[in-house]
């Protein structure tokens, strides 16, 4: 990758031995560590999910038998959320861009970020031996009391991974909180930080608050299973509505850890690529803080067929719908930065204008679900699937791979091949409505989730969401295959080659390896494209320019 | 030695002693109170035990008498987390009886 390289040192090429990369403080390597790591988590998650809509091709039991289904989607679940997604935008272009993009050295605490993905690793080696120990079973809910006492899977292996893997998330939400309000440069206020880290900043918010209650949950569903203390299991004194509380206190605001990083990526992109100042910027930036906040207090919509007494179902439901305001309000001031705009349809940016009709079809779903009457209609089945597949991979991957793509030559310097990436972004997002919408279908036809056999009347449509898997792998398989090809042969990238605004984009790429010589200066607001010529300028606060 | 002297303050052994002493007292005053029922009491009493101990701990062992203001917000935001945890799950669990099961068909 780096033969031929200019004589410039950048983090890359400083020195290239195996210790300089595991014990590196550098926050841009470490963001490379991470990126690596979950690309093999992504992997595993993808081939469980390969294995699973195979076996859905037909409406028998012809490939796996119904064991081996359920630790297959069990796999696919917990690789992609706790290993995947959860840590992908943060811990990978969180971490890579998030001091560049205020002016900083590095993060706060690099120790602690270092120690981060070691943990996470650590957290991630006990997912894989829960796998190759004959895999879960329980779904990635582990609901009690099956997980708690009648599973016979690897059940305290995965949530041991589990465990650790919180504490990574912890750190990186520490990180980010302490460096974000302590290491800004001088002059960038709070509303001169671009959106990508109030998104980041509200995403640590709920790190911090509530990763150590999914971590103390999955505890004590190891303690009753191991000691038989009676925590979840109502025949020795516990609840098993308990666990729920507790695992959706955590797991419904990791979906906005998972989609709030997407929704900062989307608003440097959609600004860059249509020329103009995010409309409404202040709201945007509160709106991040609210689904923050609002998403806490939402989790019971899970809970509405449980058993959970109907008032509180009524008040959850409530502030369920109170979580799509912010949302919509992000949705609507995107929409209304394009207009008039002087848009170009670049790789990044058809991934945000994907992102945005995905993420609306995903949101609005999520009010239907939402509705007690109509979630008691779509509960567990494929209606469910479908509306978070199209928030999680709709929204969420879309947003990663555009993220990925715009700071791709800041990462390596280089670019990748555009008239590629265009096509690739166009397969997937081909390849994900194929895939996803005919399960609205099914799931309001009444095909329940988690089910490896099905009526026969519901194969077509099976059929088809396959076959949309199918082109949805093969358009992940080929962003694959240019961006490393792009790291060799890709041509040589200038520091600012979308002309774009954020300070990230004056240092060179790839950054030097303390990014600034001295501190910058802000003196404009995020998103200041009405003076064209700074950004073409290709200045370089980082000392040397390969422009 | 000032209020705001964040990881730098050095508490006497005395004051360590004392904390020690008091939650082992809590904890004994815990036990005792478990041996008798007091009705609807009795989870508020070892809940109200635990949050004394819980408060004592936080303010000398880890030091957050002698820190910054920030660090009090965000200890409390912790702690009002759990509060909000708690009063959403026990509203659940309290108004579970208000509507009768529904008759069989």
């Known amino acids: 990758m780096e033969s031929g390289d200019t004589k410039r040192k950048h983090y890359l090429n400083i020195e290239n031995t195996p210790q300089s990369w595991l014990l590196t403080l550098d926050h841009k390597r470490i963001g490379i560590l991470y990126l690596v790591t979950i690309l093999l988590f992504f992997f595993l998650g993808g081939v469980a999910a390969v294995l699973f809509r195979l076996e859905l091709l037909t409406p028998d039991a012809h490939l796996v038998e119904h064991e081996t289904y359920n630790r297959l989607f069990t796999m696919h679940g917990v690789t992609m959320i706790f290993f995947f997604l959860i840590p992908s935008i943060p811990a990978v272009l969180g971490n890579f861009l998030l001091p560049i993009m205020i002016g900083a050295r590095d993060m706060a605490f690099p120790r602690i970020n270092l120690a981060s993905w070691y943990v996470f690793t650590a957290g991630g080696l006990f997912g894989l031996a829960a796998i190759v120990f004959g895999g879960v079973d329980t779904g990635w809910t582990f609901y009690t009391p099956y997980s708690s006492t009648y599973a016979n899977s690897n059940v305290i292996l995965a949530a041991l991974g589990i465990f650790i893997a919180g504490f990574a998330s912890i750190m990186t939400g520490l990180n980010f909180i302490v460096t974000i309000h302590k290491m800004r440069a001088p002059g960038l206020t709070w509303f001169r930080l671009p959106l990508f880290i109030w998104g980041q900043y509200a995403t640590a918010i709920i790190m911090i608050l509530g990763t150590p209650v999914i971590a103390i949950t999955v505890l004590l569903v190891g303690i009753e299973r191991l000691f038989g203390v009676g925590i979840f299991d109502p025949a020795i004194g516990g609840d098993p509505l308990l666990f729920q509380h507790l695992f959706w206190f955590y797991s419904h605001p990791a979906v906005y850890i998972m989609i709030l990083p997407g929704m900062g990526v989307i608003s440097e992109v959609i600004a860059c690529f249509s020329r103009k100042r995010i409309f409404g910027y202040h709201v945007v930036a509160f709106s991040s803080l609210a689904i923050a906040i609002l998403g806490f207090f939402v989790w019971g919509h899970h809970m509405f067929v449980s058993s959970q007494s109907m008032y509180a179902g009524m008040i959850f439901s409530i502030l369920s719908f109170l979580v799509a305001i912010p949302s919509a309000i992000k949705v609507f001031n995107w929409t209304a930065t394009l207009y008039k705009g002087s848009i170009s349809l670049d790789t990044p940016m058809l991934y945000a204008l994907g992102f945005i009709g995905l993420f609306t079809i995903g949101g609005l779903t999520g009010l239907f679900l939402a509705t007690m009457a109509i979630n008691i209609h779509v509960h567990d089945t494929y209606f469910v699937v479908a509306h978070f597949h199209y928030v999680m991979v709709g929204g969420m991957l879309m947003a990663f791979l555009g993220g990925i793509h715009f700071w791709w030559p800041k990462m390596f310097g280089r670019m990748y091949p555009e008239a590629w990436g265009r096509f690739a972004a166009i397969v997937i997002f081909v390849g994900f409505n194929l895939t996803f919408f005919p399960q609205f279908i099914l799931g309001y036809l009444g095909m329940p989730r988690r089910y490896h056999v099905y009526p026969e009347e519901f194969q077509v449509l099976n059929v088809m969401s396959t076959a949309g898997a199918s082109i949805l792998g093969a358009g992940y398989l080929m962003v694959f295959v240019y961006l490393v090809w792009s790291l060799f042969k890709g041509r040589r990238s200038v520091s600012n080659p979308w002309c774009a605004a954020g300070l990230e984009w004056r240092v060179s790429s790839p950054p030097p390896q303390h990014n600034f010589k001295k501190a910058p200066v802000v003196d404009r607001d995020a998103y200041d494209y009405t003076d064209e010529d700074v950004y073409k300028s290709d200045y370089d606060s980082g000392g040397t320019s390969d422009g | ?105």
Not at chain 2, 33 to 57: E, M, P, Q, S
Not at chain 2, 73 to 84: C, D, E, S, Y
Request: glycine residues 4%; contains cysteine; proline residues 4%.
């Open chain 2, 1 to 105: 030695m000032t209020e705001h002297s964040g990881n730098h303050h050095i508490m006497p052994l005395k004051i360590y002693l004392g904390v020690f002493l008091a939650l082992m007292v809590l904890t004994i005053l815990t036990v005792w109170v478990a041996f008798y029922d007091l009705g609807f009491l009795n989870v508020f009493v070892a809940v109200t035990i635990a949050c004394v101990k819980a408060y004592i701990v936080l303010l000398y062992f880890m030091h957050l008498r002698y820190n910054a203001r920030i660090l009090w917000l965000t200890a409390a935001a912790g702690f009002i987390w759990f509060v909000l945890l708690t009063a959403f799950t026990v509203s659940d669990v309290l108004t579970r009886g208000w509507l009768p099961p529904p008759e069989a068909w």
